[in-house]
Structure formats: C-alpha cells, structure tokens
C-alpha cells in the first residue's frame, strides 16, 4: 500500500510538471520541464521495476500464485501508462528548438523502449511461473531459493540506485554503476551454468521448477542489460545540449 501511495504521487507529479508544460509558451521553459518530466516518470518506472521484481522472486519462491497474478495484472497496466508517457513526449518534442531534438531525441525515445522492455520482460518472467504453479506442485528447493533470494536482492539495491540517479538526475556514480552492473549479470551467469550442469548430470526427469528457475535467471541479465541502457540514455538525454 505504500508502494502505491508513492507510485501514484510521483504520478501526480508527472501529471503537473505535463499540466506546466502544456501552459508554457517559452521553448527553454518547455525543455526544463520536459527533462523533469522525464526524471519522474523514469524514477517512477525503476521503481516500480524494483517492486514488481521484489515480487515475483518472493511469489516463485513461496508458490504464491495469487501474488503473481497481481503483479502480471499490474505489468498489463503499465503498459498502459508507458504509452500515455510516450504520447506526452512526443507532443512536448513538437514544442521545443529543432536543434535540440535532432540531438536528444534519439535518447528519449530510447528510455522509452528501455522501460517498455522492462515490463515485457517481468512479464515473460511472471507468465510461466505462473503456468508453473497451476500444474505442477513442486518448489524450488532450499539451496537454489537461498543463492535466488542473494542474487536477486543485489539487483534490486542496482535498480534503487539507478532510480535515485535518476531521481536527482545525478550520474556522478554512473561508471561505479556500470561495473557493479558488470558483477550481478556475472553473478547470475554462474547461477545458471550451475543449474545448467545440475541439469545435465542428473539421470531423473528435471522438475519443471528448474526450467522456470533457468527461464527466470535468464530474464535476470536480460533485465540489467535493460537497466543499463536505461540508465545511459537517461544520462545523455539529461546533459546540457550543445546548442
């Protein structure tokens, strides 16, 4: 409930900086607000990445299927949102120095489709877990739940880093970022070339637990790949234009 009270004021201030934008008449005016605008809704939308990640790694684990249905129905919303964002972009680009969207809007329209991959991706995610727990009563079990709960909760201090950069639109700590993205994709590799030859070596028919646990780290690096094109496009996007 908090995490929604949160999401919907960052919203809510999204819809007034947009309100702002629409009134001003000034192409400078337009361009600050628009990079504030950008900031909310990209903050808004690592965060919710985050929530929504926190999740469904606690739905797999504890077989709570009810928990990620809710999230796979929140994920269908967002999509929703993402396009609304879009379209007010898109209108506020119209309004500003052609100079300065021939040089920043490639980098908009990439968080744009940084953020829209983040939900499909959480989606691909939540989709056979829960397939998974309508058809098969079998966890995950303890050891591989342990090294998912440590992996998963380097990611998502990753990802409130890069909504706070975001935030603040201060990327003083965007290199340190990057390597530390470097290490938690490592680290998920090596999870899944475990699994990989836990797989291969075991005579016994593989439990559908294990699929969905190979599917859900693979979706992992995936997601900070993601995360880090978030990040660098937000970063270019929110730098001083030259012109």
Known sequence: LIHINKSHARRSKADEIFKEITLSQDTHNIWVLLKKYSSETLSDAANFTKESYSGIINGFINKDIRALQKINSALSRRIGIQKKIQQRELFTLQRVNKNWILEKSTWLHLTNNCTEQ???CLKRITTPCIKHMQTDPISLPEPF???LTTAGSFLETFILHIKNSIETANYNNYEQLFFTSNHISEEFS?????????IQKDEKKVPNAFNIYLHLLQESE???YTLRLLLRASRKFQADHRF
């Not at 090596?190 to 990989?196: C, G, K």
């Open 190 to 198: 090596r999870i899944r070339r475990r699994l990989m030859e836990h």
């Open 145 to 147: 739940t342990k090294e």
């Open 118 to 120: 983040m939900i499909y």
């Open 222 to 224: 995936e997601l900070i």
